[in-house]
C-alpha cells in the first residue's frame, strides 16, 4: 500500500506559477512510476505528466506541454510539478499517482494508488 499526499495548491493569478509536491509513503519510492492528473468541475480526469522509475523520461498531456515540468526525488520519495505561465483553463484538483508498472502511461487505469488532490485555482 503507498499513501500519496499533495501539497502546494491554491490561487494564482493568470501568468504565475506554482509548484506541486507529492510525498509517498512507498519503502522503494523508485519502484513506481509517478505521475499527475487533473480534473476540472464538469470535466473528465485529465493527464497532466508522467516520470519514469529513474526519472530519466518523461511524458506531458498536449495541453501543458512547455509550460510544466514533473520532476522527482527518489531520495526524498517526493514527486513535483512546476507550474509556469498558469492560464484559467489550469483550474481543476490536481492528483497524484504512483503506478507499480514498468510502461509509462497516459491513462489513469495505469496507476495503482491515488493522492486525495490539491486544488489549483487561477484567476484572471
Known amino acids: 500500500q503507498v499513501q500519496l499526499i499533495e501539497s502546494g495548491g491554491g490561487l494564482v493569478q493568470a501568468g504565475g506559477s506554482l509548484r506541486l509536491s507529492c510525498a509517498a509513503s512507498?519503502?522503494?519510492?523508485?519502484?513506481?512510476?509517478m505521475g499527475w492528473f487533473r480534473q476540472a468541475p464538469g470535466k473528465e480526469r485529465e493527464f497532466v505528466a508522467g516520470i519514469s522509475r529513474s526519472g530519466i523520461n518523461t511524458v506531458y498531456g498536449d495541453s501543458v506541454k512547455g509550460r510544466f515540468t514533473i520532476s522527482r526525488d527518489n531520495a526524498k520519495n517526493t514527486e513535483y510539478l512546476q507550474m509556469n505561465n498558469l492560464s484559467t483553463e489550469d483550474t481543476a484538483v490536481y492528483f497524484c499517482?504512483?503506478?507499480?508498472?514498468?510502461?509509462?502511461?497516459?491513462?489513469?487505469?495505469?496507476?495503482?494508488?491515488w493522492g486525495q488532490g490539491t486544488r489549483v485555482t487561477v484567476s484572471s
Open positions: 499517482a504512483a503506478d507499480g508498472g514498468y510502461v509509462l502511461s497516459r491513462f489513469s487505469s495505469a496507476y495503482d494508488y
Open positions: 512507498a519503502r522503494i519510492f523508485s519502484d513506481y512510476i
